[in-house]
Structure formats: C-alpha cells, structure tokens
C-alpha cells in the first residue's frame, strides 16, 4: 500500500457504499426489513469520506465543471438515502428503513450516474498507478472485481425493473382501455381510430419511467465489458430477449421467460462476490496496517522535532558552565 492507493482506496470504498444501495431499489430479503444500524453506518461513513480535505473532494476540486457536477449529485445522493428525512430512503417512527416505492427509478439512475463519475476517478488513478510503476497486483484485482460485480449486480437489477415497470405499463393500459370501452358502448378500443392509451396519464407516466429505466440499462451495460466475455454474452442474451418489450418476440409462458430474463448476470454475481469482499478486507486490512505505520513514523519525527530544542539548550547550558 502507498499513499496515491490509499487516497484510491477511499473512492473505491465511497463507490462500494453508492452499490451496496442498489438493495433499495428492490424488497427486502429479510423478515425485518432493511437494517436501520447498516443505514446509519454507512450514511456516516460516506459523509466523512466526501467531506473537505478528502481525496474525493479533491478530485472533484481539480476536475472543473465534471467535478462540480460529481459533488453536487453525492450531496443529493447523500441527502435522499442517508439525510435525517431522507426524500427517497428514511426512518419511519417506529424505527423501520422505509424506501419510497414512487422514486425508485430516481434511484436507480443516481446510483448508475454516481457509478458512472467514481468509475472514471478509478480508472484514472489505476493509469496513473500503473504509469509510475506504483500500482500493486492486489489492489488493482481489488478495482477490477468491484467494477465485475457492481455492472453484474445493476444489470441484473435493471433486468428486473424493467419487467417490474413492464407488468405495471401494460396493467394500467388495460385498465383504461376497459375503461374507455365501457365509456363508449363497449366497443373494441383498438378498433377505435380515436383511442389512444397515451391519452391517460399515467400510461404516459410509466412509459417515461420505462424509457428511462432503459436507458440507465444501457449506461450499466455499455460501460463495461469489453474485456470480458462472460459478461458480453449475457450482455448480448439480455439485449436479445429485451425484444419482448417491443413485441418483437411473443414468448408462450411470459412468467417463465422473464424469469430467465432475469437470470442472466446470477453467475458472475455468484462468482464474484465473496471473492470481491474477502479481497477488500484484505486490502482494507494492508490499509490500517499502512496508516498504523505512518501515524507511527510521524508521531516519531514530532517526538524527534521536539526533542531537539532541549538539547540544543541543555549544550548551551553545558558551555556555559564550562566558561
């Protein structure tokens, strides 16, 4: 571990807290909901590590209006799942995480465009690493892995929003197409030239959220891959079977296809995982190790520096006496 990776380590760490809130964005798996003590901890911990004088405030500093933009959206980001009255995540009275199933695509597209700015950060500083021949084999698998699981793990979630907002689209649409037949005589709407299910507005609602749950997609898996086929193949599966949407492919049994639809990244995440957490402990653990050290050497050259007005003096003295 050096300094330029350790001031790295701690936009991998923010980049880890912006991924790990990727659970908002669908139920939760256990009985008991979301845990308010990993909401607390994690809020503190990326409020310290986007303060002033952090290498992440540093970054933004140095990198003009991409910067100011990158602080701008942590301090939405921060304040909407972590503030005290968090607009999209917060703690209801009874002390429970509650998650505002309204804006969870707002959700999901800060997560991806946050992961989008700290990618470019850590891939900047891998670059440089790697220039002055200071980047280390573990940190860089360290970077890497993180980067495998997090485009795995949203592409994966993304997959299920879309069939989510798919399911709900085509449920409203039905809705007001019932509607607008009994409204005129119980006629077919889709014979009607004048019907038209954008007409409602909450079709039209979805459709946005649709569109825009596509294209945060798109931002996922496009980002990544080029180097790794197993990711491009269920890239490419995913892509393929998304012609449901349009009507392009009329699966028989609509449940079971969305199921594997769903499915596609299940295998990288699964290899990915533990190997990803046990290998930042790992690093995590070379880090305490290397500020341990350096808080050591400083507190040594302090001790060092003020010692050594006291001998100059107590050599005054000594001459002074001999005269």
Same mark, same amino acid.
Request: charged share 25%.
């Given at each position: 571990m050096n300094d330029a990776e350790r001031n790295i380590m701690t936009i991998l760490t923010i980049s880890?807290? *912006?991924?790990?809130?990727?659970?908002?964005?669908?139920?939760?798996?256990? =009985?008991?909901?979301?845990? &308010?003590? %990993?909401? !607390?901890?994690?809020?503190?911990?990326?409020?310290?590590?986007?303060?002033?004088?952090?290498?992440?405030?540093?970054?933004?500093? #140095?990198? /003009?209006e991409l910067g100011d933009k990158l602080y701008e959206n942590m301090s939405y980001f921060i304040d909407d799942v972590f503030g005290e009255n968090g607009r999209i995540v917060s703690v209801d009275i009874h002390n429970n995480v509650q998650v505002e199933q309204s804006l969870i695509v707002d959700? $999901?597209?800060?997560?991806? %465009?946050? !992961?989008?700015?700290?990618?470019? $950060?850590?891939?900047? /500083?891998?670059?440089?690493? !790697?220039?002055?021949e200071m980047l280390e084999s573990d940190f860089e698998e360290l970077v890497n892995l993180d980067m495998r699981y997090y485009h795995a793990f949203a592409g994966k979630i993304s997959c299920q929003l879309l069939v989510d907002k798919f399911l709900e689209l085509n449920e409203n649409a039905n809705s007001y197409a019932q509607s607008y037949s009994k409204a005129?005589? #119980?006629?077919? =709407?889709?014979?009607? =030239?004048?019907?038209?299910?954008? %007409?409602?507005?909450? *079709?039209?609602?979805?459709?946005?959220?649709?569109?825009?749950?596509?294209?945060?997609? &798109?931002?996922?898996? +496009?980002?990544?891959?080029?180097?790794? =086929?197993?990711? !491009?193949?269920?890239?490419?599966?995913?892509y393929a079977e998304?012609?449901?949407?349009?009507?392009?492919?009329?699966?028989? %049994?609509?449940?079971?296809?969305?199921? *594997?639809?769903?499915?596609?990244?299940?295998?990288?995440?699964?290899?990915?995982?533990?190997?990803?957490? +046990?290998?930042?402990?790992?690093?995590?653990?070379?880090l305490r190790q290397f500020e341990e050290t350096r808080r050591a050497e400083i507190a040594a050259q302090k001790e060092k520096a003020e010692a050594q007005p006291e001998a100059v003096a107590k050599e005054a003295s000594n001459g002074s006496d001999g005269e």
């Open positions: 880890r807290i *912006v991924e790990n809130c990727l659970a908002y964005c669908l139920p939760p798996q256990g =009985p008991n909901g979301f845990s &308010v003590e %990993d909401r !607390r901890s994690k809020g503190e911990a990326i409020v310290a590590l986007t303060a002033e004088g952090t290498p992440f405030y540093a970054n933004c500093l #140095n990198n /003009g959700l $999901f597209k800060q997560i991806v %465009d946050l !992961r989008l700015y700290l990618e470019a $950060f850590l891939k900047s /500083g891998l670059k440089f690493l !790697r220039e002055n005129h005589g #119980n006629i077919d =709407p889709h014979k009607d =030239p004048n019907f038209n299910p954008d %007409d409602d507005p909450s *079709v039209r609602m979805l459709k946005n959220e649709f569109h825009e749950l596509n294209q945060a997609m &798109v931002n996922v898996l +496009n980002s990544y891959g080029e180097d790794d =086929p197993e990711f !491009r193949y269920a890239r490419d599966d995913v998304s012609e449901v949407f349009s009507g392009k492919r009329k699966p028989t %049994d609509t449940k079971a296809y969305f199921k *594997v639809y769903n499915s596609h990244f299940d295998k990288i995440i699964m290899k990915t995982q533990n190997e990803l957490n +046990n290998k930042y402990q790992a690093v995590a653990s070379d």
